[in-house]
């Protein structure tokens, strides 16, 4: 490729200048990480199902929340004891040490544990890979990099997951279910050779010590969070969404088992559904996401997921009620779980990221360790349970199991609303005390531009010079009329400040 066309390429990605190395590793990296995440799956679901059953997810769901609890308990405890990068190279060898066993385990004849372990690990490998890549490229880029850089970064995974989930058939025929593992093993080998490059090419972003994790060691116990309203509401939130979605799962893994009884067929037909599930997914990231929650609010991107996921598992219920199960109930889930993978992975997890926006800095950090080493795991544990009790005890099927999603997802939805409602007034109340720091807010919907024209009337100096930094940062079409309104401000500092800006862009007001 021509200096000229690489010169232009990078200038519609947004790559500037410098920026060009350490992205195309990430942007391997990432590719490395679909690769894993999906083949480890491909192997792990349909050798589970195959041996196990649907009706014993429940047993999987708890174990899979105990060792990801104690996984990630220990990892915590190794990051504060060594050198960053040395982290993150331990975090992918042990990765990649741990599949090769796992693989030569299924070796062994007539023993089905090894499938379990296996199965338990796959949802172990995603906590840890995703610390792993997301942390990397969290040191890499500062705020306003990231906002830019991390949805190109992100997307080879996607990328990864369509092409080689359409691939999956032919690879299952060529190699066996089994030996999908070793392709697994293939992209953490690469995955790892990204990121030794990586930190040798950037050392010094690398070894020094973070200052979130400076803050992380400093917090002590979470004891207090949830006196916190606001707080209380963004668990409740997280923790019915996550008992939802596994009530979906179960629920679709429930007919598929029903409908594909050798692994080779389900790891075949799990590898499609993936793919055409990230081809919505990336639709959705770039066009749909952004839009709808700048346009109608974070309210309406709060409720987007549990409220139409509600819907098509109200049809699959009524529709299962009134003529059985059958071949039109799997369809119905399938598309049931379709969208609740799309919707959960763009519009709903873009919305939860805003909700952390009013928090500062260090009880913002807090607040996400919690809900991902402890809300989002006892949520996982307490959907095993509960789908125990309806599957094992009470002979639930799938189309009961659509009757507990609806009324799940409902609950969820009007705890979203309560939130998203409560969101403006946390944000005015941090902005009021001035306690957001140097963060740029990452995406903003209409409440929270409302929130920062509020906060340019503040009698505080302050204020308004932080409210004015996030509608430049936006950019928002407000903010050059903002600036001709402060330049009569009683206060010369705003004055002064609204002038150098005006210099500094070059604007005519």
Known sequence: MSLHMQTRVASALQIRPGEGRTVTLLLLHSLFVGIVQLFTTRAAQPLFLV????????YLYIGSAVATTVVGVLYARLAARIVFSTLLVVNLGALLLSTCVLRLLLWLPGVRWPIMLLAIWDSVQYVLINLEFWGLAGRLFNVRQSKRLFGLIGSAEVIATIGFGLLTPALVRLVGTPNLLWIAAGGLAGALLCLISLARARADALTVPAEDDQEVASTGTYRGLLKNWYVALIVAFTSLSWLGWYVVDTLFYNEVAARYAREDQLASFLGVFGAISG????????????????RYGLVVGLLACPVLVAASAAVVAVSGTVVGAGLLVFWLALLTKLASDVLEASIHRSSFLVLYQPLAPRQRLRVQTTVETLAEPVAVACAGVVLLVLINLLGFGAIQLAYVAVAILLVMSAVGVVLGRAYPAALLQALTKRRLGSHTLTLVDRSTVAVLQEGLRSPHVGVVLYSLDQLEAIPHASFVAS???????PAPAIRRDVLLRIERLGLRV
């Open 51 to 58: 041996s196990f059953g649907a009706q014993n997810l429940p």
């Open 483 to 489: 600036l001709q309104d402060l330049l009569s401000h």
């Open 279 to 294: 081809c919505l997914t990336l639709v959705s990231r770039t066009v749909v996401t952004g839009p709808v929650i700048s």
